[in-house]
């Protein structure tokens, strides 16, 4: 008679036939003890597989899964991970003597050396870090002038004082901005074969045009092309035509570009008061201005469909792109949906 197979040796399914078997057989009526001379294993171990399956234990069958237990054996512990994320966090890697500007899987591996004496496998952090929740973000760039009081002071009392008054003049508020667009997409890409390099024929020879341009957040988009530099009679001639074309008196928010305050603008600005006011933005504030963006929009996607040669060439696709633009308010309203400029929504 040949030897029975060790039953513990066996595969997951293997086994997983077996406890069938044996419990089919103990249903028939077989004897403990015989049943478990068949299957090869001890008459306790067939009763405990019969008590389980009684009872309705999901692993009666399958029986518990193999290998060590979730998080077990792991080299950092659990109230290490609290400590490392909290100084992730509250904390620059700076604060703790590394030589690195942000949290990167290396100065997080730093960080573990100094404090718990070890370091890992990057991939390893990073397996960490998305078990934690982390993923790798573009961080967004403050100034390093820009005052938080006031800019709490904007958001906590200027800008609802604006949105009252606009309210009872009957006013429509609109952000404004400059900004001037390349012959470039920020977002291109393309497939090629591995080792092929896709290729993207540009003139070396610079050449931009210029914009501003207003957005509210009931979808209007207000744009003026100009390729010299914003000087004052170019911002009046866009001011100008700003109020020209709007039934409403405008309230503009604006950034604090000399020429926005130049003596020659206030001065315009103040003969028509009836039709149009400026409001200035905190300084260094530019992410509390929702026509940011709009310039964001425009440098991923302004050239994606033809990479200009000429300058009359992206005047086409700035001014074509634009007018698409005005004719899809609910884009322009989006742009208030990011998270510094919900505010303004």
């Not at 400026?278 to 310039?295: C, R």
Request: glycine residues 4%; aromatic residues 10%; positive net charge.
């Amino acid at each position: 008679m040949s030897k029975k197979e060790d039953f513990r040796k066996l595969s997951k399914d293997a086994q997983a036939s077996m406890r069938r078997v044996a419990l089919k057989l103990i249903k028939r009526g077989e004897k403990q003890l015989s049943v478990a001379d068949v299957i090869g294993v001890s008459r306790q171990t067939i009763s405990e597989w019969v008590s389980k399956n009684r009872i309705g234990d999901k692993y009666a069958i399958s029986g518990k899964p193999r290998g060590r237990k979730r998080g077990e054996h792991r080299l950092i512990k659990d109230e290490q991970a609290v400590e490392i994320q909290n100084h992730i966090n509250n904390s620059k890697p700076e604060d703790h003597n590394i030589k690195s500007a942000l949290w990167s899987r290396k100065s997080i591996n730093a960080l573990i050396k100094k404090y718990y004496g070890f370091f890992l496998p990057l991939s390893t952090i990073g397996e960490y870090l998305r078990r934690w929740g982390y993923t790798a973000q573009r961080p967004k760039k403050l100034a390093y002038e820009q005052q938080p009081a006031r800019v709490q002071h904007w958001l906590d009392e200027e800008y609802p004082a604006i949105v009252k008054q606009a309210t009872a003049e009957k006013a429509e508020i609109h952000w404004c901005d400059e900004v001037g667009i390349k012959p470039e997409c920020q977002a291109l890409q393309s497939y090629s074969l591995k080792g092929k390099t896709p290729v993207v024929t540009n003139r070396s020879k610079r050449f931009s045009i210029n914009m501003v341009s207003t957005v509210s957040n009931n979808g209007k988009l207000r744009f003026m092309l100009y390729e010299e530099t914003l000087k004052q009679d170019v911002f009046i001639e866009f001011l100008r035509r700003l109020v020209k074309y709007s039934k409403k008196k405008i309230f503009l928010i604006l950034d604090n570009l000399r020429v926005h305050h130049s003596k020659k603008v206030q001065k315009w600005v103040k003969k028509h008061k009836k039709k149009i006011l400026l409001f200035f933005l905190p300084p260094y504030a530019p992410q509390y201005n929702p026509d940011e963006y709009l310039n964001n929009d425009l440098k991923r996607n302004v050239n994606r469909k033809h990479i200009p040669l000429t300058k009359s060439e992206l005047q086409s696709n700035l001014r074509s792109y634009l007018k698409t633009l005005q004719n899809k308010p609910n884009h322009i309203k989006k742009l208030f949906e990011a998270d510094d400029v919900k505010y303004a929504a």
